[in-house]
Nanobody, 119 residues
Framework: QAQLAESGGGWVQPGGSLRLSCIAS????????LAWYHEAPGKERELVAT????????NYGDSVKGRFTVSRDNDKNTAYLQMNDLRPRDTGVYYC????????????WGQGTQVTVSA
């Protein structure tokens, strides 16, 4: 059974840092592009960052450019989101997403990890 499990969330003061992890199991992790999403309280889920299968290509949402870094270790079936200079608006649940297009498009989601940024 394919699964994604996020961890690393918590409470941090503004300006602080957190590193989120997303551990995959039950599918060929290295063949899936990955994304991190952020769902702020009362708002729609929005894309934060994406990373290609080989880590060659990354993209970031405008609100996190220069502060967040996405990475992956295919040997460990794990993706990471390094979040620096956190701001109160970064508060919310962060989800890991893996997808495939082609003849049988499908995707997997984790359960999310809560990040709270406050003084």
């Amino acid at each position: 059974q394919a699964q994604l499990a996020e961890s690393g969330g918590g409470w941090v003061q503004p300006g602080g840092s957190l590193r989120l992890s997303c551990i995959a199991s039950g599918f060929a992790f290295s063949t899936y592009p990955l994304a991190w999403y952020h769902e702020a309280p009362g708002k729609e889920r929005e894309l934060v960052a994406t990373i290609s299968t080989t880590s060659r290509l990354t993209n970031y949402g405008d609100s996190v450019k220069g502060r967040f870094t996405v990475s992956r270790d295919n040997d460990k079936n794990t993706a990471y989101l390094q979040m620096n200079d956190l701001r109160p608006r970064d508060t919310g649940v962060y989800y890991c997403n893996a997808w495939q297009l082609g003849d049988a498009p499908h995707e997997y989601w984790g359960q999310g990890t809560q990040v709270t940024v406050s003084a």
